[in-house]
């Protein structure tokens, strides 16, 4: 480690993103991207914490995530997320032109057993809706009354999207999606997905479609069975919870073990303090202006995701348009319980965003 990081963590950094090709996916990422309304072939995310991912400012600008993060010390990663083998959260922007596959993810003890060559970690994730058109939906979960015995009548005769609750959203809707979940994504939403770092997918049904190769693309019915959560089912949208501190609002969607997800909306100065315990992301959706911390600033801008090292401490946002942003890391769920009462949040509105 240079001598450049053991000076505990005091700048953020902005991380580039990768485009990853998808048959489902579009040629006009302008939504979020506007340089990129022309592309070459179907784009259909945007990874904006992969491993691939380069350092677009900082010490380590040019270097990858993923060659950077087992250096990192806990200043930059926190006490609590030291010694991970890479960054625990991934975050996305999904941009669906078709719908994606009816599939699933398994947890981490599935994962653990069965899926080590692929990093042996389970799938839970949240849908941030960034934009919709009219009409757009999301399935999620499976409707009541659907068996083990159904499902796989429903898979030999190419009616499982009908097994799956439907999920009308509009732009600022969120969507949790336990590992076990089955789900799919429709066309017309531009999704900011916020996950356990896990790309372990199961597809059930895929419409029929052919890869690249000419050749339908794989199934995993077998495994996907395995993991399935039938019964009672715990996704769907989220019921947040709002409050407001003068120039900022603040929206909290949910919180897990892996990761918590909020929103910020402002338009004046506002002044932040990070945990010595996380690193934060902030992924800006709307809005420009300026990240201030230790007498330094930087720009912000749409579409950009910002780490923000455990030790940087106090900071400010000052934007110079109105900014929404979600912010997310991975919390310890009784210091966020606490914080919502702190912020005298009753309990039957916290314990609908809290999902142990």
């Not at 799938?123 to 009409?135: H, I, M, N, P, S």
């Not at 089955?182 to 049904?205: K, M, N, W």
């Not at 923000?308 to 106090?314: D, F, T, Y």
């Not at 900071?315 to 991975?330: D, F, G, I, S």
Request: charged letters at 25%; one cysteine or more.
């Amino acid at each position: 480690m240079n001598s450049a990081s053991n000076r505990l963590g005091r700048a953020p950094v902005r991380l580039a993103p990768i485009f990853m090709p998808r048959i489902w996916g579009t040629r006009n990422l302008s939504a979020l991207f506007p340089e990129r309304s022309q592309e070459s072939e179907p784009i259909g995310e945007a990874w904006l914490t992969g491993s691939e991912c380069r350092f677009d400012t900082g010490e380590f600008v040019g270097r990858t995530l993923g060659e950077v993060w087992p250096e990192l010390p806990e200043e930059w990663t926190g006490t609590r997320m030291r010694n991970l083998p890479r960054i625990p959260l991934l975050v996305k922007f999904i941009f669906p032109e078709e719908k994606l596959s009816v599939q699933v993810h398994p947890d981490d003890t599935y994962a653990d057993q069965h899926e080590a060559a692929a990093g042996g970690s389970g799938k839970t994730e949240l849908w941030y809706v960034v934009k919709a058109r009219d009409g757009a939906e999301l399935r999620v979960g499976l409707r009541p009354g659907v068996t083990l015995k159904s499902f796989r009548r429903a898979i030999a005769d190419g009616t499982v999207e009908d097994c799956l609750e439907r999920v009308a959203v509009q732009a600022g809707d969120a969507v949790f999606v336990p590992a076990g979940t089955a789900h799919t994504i429709g066309p017309g939403v531009v999704l900011c997905e916020i996950q356990q770092h896990s790309d372990i997918t199961y597809r059930v049904f895929d419409y029929n479609r052919v890869g690249p190769d000419g050749q339908p693309r794989p199934l995993h019915i077998r495994q996907a069975l395995n993991v399935m959560r039938f019964g009672e089912q715990s996704g769907g949208r989220c019921d947040p919870v709002r409050i407001s501190h003068g120039a900022i609002s603040k929206t909290f969607f949910a919180a897990c073990q892996y990761f918590a997800v909020e929103r910020w909306d402002f338009r004046e100065r506002v002044a932040a303090v990070t945990s010595p315990e996380h690193f934060d992301l902030l992924i800006f959706l709307e809005g420009t202006g300026r990240v201030e911390f230790a007498e330094r600033t930087e720009a912000y801008a749409p579409a950009e995701v910002w780490l923000l090292p455990a030790a940087l401490g106090a900071y400010q946002l000052v934007p110079e348009a109105p900014t929404t942003l979600l912010r997310a890391y991975v919390p310890d769920l009784h210091e966020f319980v606490r914080r919502l009462a702190d912020e005298r949040v009753e309990e039957n509105a916290w314990s609908r965003v809290v999902h142990p």
